[in-house]
């Protein structure tokens, strides 16, 4: 198991209280980790006899329909899954507030191979009682930023796309409204801290390098190439480097990555 998980898993276990469902969110940049990780202190966690489910923002995301619905009715870049507003916050909501009500719960998966929800029939159930729901995603626990914050572009992006920032207006409107509601539901929050926003670009690439390698018929996205890349992390870096200035002061557990996204620092 890898020393990330393994600081998770003993968080989680101090932070437990018996007989009350635990809703850890953990976030993390783009290609930190964090979905390896869940999927291992998971492991960890039902080793112990507990039982615990996970759920990936990714997985609330809306399919092309709906995201071209959002892109004609508030901006174009919409059209490009990620960023608040691009996920299903109600569902989120419907399948966090069930687990904290001890209820039997399917959990939500979304197909990046077509771009779409998977059919319910799909998802995997999480039993009734559920000790720990883990709730894992690039930008969980973030808060909306002050509108000063919103008028210079950070990058080409903002700069060419979003000139006079209704997006990232819009975003951060979703991230203050129903996404914002769907992060209160956390009871905790852990933050895999990267070393800085560039190595997202290194990290990114590496993944879509394993895709490659990966037979499409296991389940592999389509793989980009370094521009798409570099296209498709331009619409995280407003928020990813807001998260990485302002949540470290405020979640319960942060774990400082270094390149090779192991933890060289706790803080908590």
């Known amino acids: 198991m890898s020393a990330v998980a393994t600081h998770i898993a003993e968080h989680v276990l101090r932070w437990r209280s018996v007989g009350a469902p635990l809703i850890?969110?953990?976030?993390?940049?783009?290609?930190?980790?964090?979905?390896?990780?869940?999927?291992?202190?998971?492991?960890?966690?039902?080793?112990?006899?507990?039982?615990?489910?996970?759920?990936?923002?990714?997985?609330?995301?809306?399919?092309?329909?709906?995201?071209?619905?959002?892109?004609?009715?508030?901006?174009?870049?919409?059209?490009?899954?990620g960023p608040p507003g691009t996920h299903d916050v109600a569902l989120g909501i419907a399948v966090i507030d069930a687990v904290k009500r001890g209820e039997a719960v399917q959990l939500p998966r979304f197909d990046k191979r077509t771009d779409e929800p998977m059919l319910a029939a799909h998802w995997p159930l999480l039993p009734a009682h559920a000790d720990i729901l883990l709730f894992e995603g690039w930008c969980v626990g973030a808060t909306a930023q002050r509108d000063t914050a919103l008028c210079a572009p950070v990058n080409a992006l903002e700069r060419e796309e979003d000139p006079d920032g209704v997006w990232r207006r819009a975003c951060n409107a979703h991230l203050a409204g129903a996404t914002g509601d769907l992060f209160a539901r956390?009871?905790?929050?852990?933050?895999?801290?990267?070393?800085?926003?560039?190595?997202?670009?290194?990290?990114?690439?590496?993944?879509?390098?394993?895709?490659?390698?990966?037979?499409?018929?296991?389940?592999?996205?389509?793989?980009?190439?370094?521009?798409?890349?570099?296209?498709?992390?331009?619409?995280?870096?407003?928020?990813?480097?807001?998260?990485?200035?302002?949540?470290?002061?405020?979640?319960?557990?942060?774990?400082?990555?270094?390149?090779?996204?192991?933890?060289?620092?706790?803080?908590?």
């Open 24 to 81: 850890v969110g953990v976030c993390g940049a783009q290609a930190s980790g964090k979905s390896t990780a869940c999927g291992c202190v998971a492991d960890i966690l039902t080793a112990q006899g507990l039982i615990v489910g996970v759920l990936g923002l990714d997985d609330l995301y809306l399919g092309r329909a709906a995201r071209s619905a959002l892109a004609e009715r508030e901006h174009p870049l919409f059209a490009t899954r």
């Open 186 to 268: 956390l009871d905790r929050l852990i933050f895999l801290r990267p070393p800085n926003f560039e190595i997202v670009h290194t990290w990114r690439c590496e993944q879509e390098r394993a895709y490659i390698a990966i037979d499409p018929r296991k389940g592999a996205p389509a793989a980009m190439n370094d521009k798409q890349i570099a296209r498709f992390i331009a619409h995280y870096e407003r928020l990813t480097r807001h998260i990485m200035a302002e949540m470290p002061d405020r979640a319960d557990l942060t774990l400082q990555l270094d390149a090779a996204r192991q933890p060289v620092s706790v803080i908590n």
